[in-house]
């Protein structure tokens, strides 16, 4: 299966220890110096799915934007080693985008991500090649941290290329990211308004419940929540992918309107392996999530390569 993954790319700087800013601050007050592990790895949601729809032998190409620097420069080569398709546009103006990852001792993550990124500029040439490329993929993938800047380019740049998607036939798939993704868009016909009809919706089921206007930040999720949830979403989205954490399991269904359910259980991983674990139970089920196809709607053609 052939996708077209659209979201932002990012040089990762990962703090590999607990970090127990709490208690540092407490105890020496005043500046805070903590001398840690750390590590530079490829990030960003475009590159975390594609690199999880590789390894699960689908074909994702990767239509993003990078900055003529060292960080760009490390993310070409992930991808090209990685045998990741991808075409990416060269901000001569713009950085590379880049984040600093670490995790709390209760296990929240703990995020600095840079603004006025490459990401934010997305070269209109990339958008144009892209949506000339649209009639041989099997999905575009778009990542809801795409568009939560309106006053960036590469708003209406992926905007350009998920209508040109939908318009084509081809199943645009949608991730509810980040969490907070209600903030931007108060429901799903206001996202399908702005990039087209959206076949598959993919979110973690608290995020998908503040969409839908459910539920509170404090609830117990439940399975029974899940199936309420994706009941809703079924009648906006052909199919849908919802996870939750439960204990020390997380899980995953896969719904659609012709009945399939399909069911995940996985051990929630240690804290680092948690970068881009719920793009690879996704996967999982890709081929299911992209096949889901309503009674009369056309599939699309297989394809050249970008």
Known sequence: MKVLVLGDLCLDTVVEDELALDSVMARDGGD???????????????????????????????????????????????????????????????????????????????MFASRGAANEG?????????????????????????????????????????????????????????????????????????????????SELPSARRLLGLGDA???????????????????VTATVLRYRSGSAYRQSVRTRDGLVKDLERPIPERLGLRGYGDTMTCEVLSELVGAVPEGEPISGKVESL
């Open 218 to 236: 404090g609830e117990t999720l439940t399975e029974r929540l899940l199936d309420e949830t994706a009941e809703l979403l079924l009648e906006q």
């Open 32 to 110: 805070l110096s903590l001398w840690t592990p750390m590590a530079d790895v490829p990030g960003g949601t475009s590159y975390h799915f594609a690199a999880a729809a590789g390894r699960h032998g689908h074909t994702p190409v990767v239509v993003g934007a990078i900055g003529a620097d060292v960080a760009g420069r490390a993310i070409t080569e992930a991808l090209t080693d990685g045998a990741i398709g991808h075409r990416l546009a060269v901000d001569e103006r713009r950085p590379t985008g880049r984040a600093i990852i670490g995790y709390g001792t209760t296990g929240a993550r703990i």
């Open 122 to 202: 997305l070269s209109g040439t990339a958008v144009r090649e892209a949506v000339e490329a649209l009639p041989g993929f099997d999905a575009v993938w778009v990542s809801g941290l795409s568009l939560t800047r309106k006053g960036t380019p590469t708003y209406a740049s992926v905007r350009e290329i998920a209508a040109g998607a939908a318009a084509g036939g081809v199943r645009l798939l949608f991730d509810v990211v980040p969490h907070e993704f209600h903030r931007h868009f108060s429901d799903v016909p206001s996202i399908a308004a702005e990039v087209g009809p959206i076949h598959g919706l993919v």
